[in-house]
């Protein structure tokens, strides 16, 4: 599935083999191919507000000169 927040766009791919992990990928970032994965510990599957939240507190940790996490 395809989101949008904040104007970023990313990729969200449920792992088939890790019940309640998501990949997602920053396709409009400035690093091909970067993103974070989530897991929950319940191994559900997470709702789409909390993919939303989760790229959102991703990106608020982004240094903006090198589109990377802040060390």
Excluded: K
């Amino acid at each position: 599935m395809t989101l949008v927040v904040n104007g970023e766009t990313f990729s969200a791919e449920a792992d088939p083999d890790q019940p309640g992990a998501w990949h997602l990928t920053w396709l409009s970032g400035p690093n091909p191919g970067y993103g974070f994965t989530t897991v929950r510990s319940d191994h559900r599957w997470s709702e789409r507000a909390e993919l939303e939240s989760g790229i959102q507190s991703f990106l608020a940790e982004i240094d903006p000169a090198t589109g990377y996490l802040a060390d």
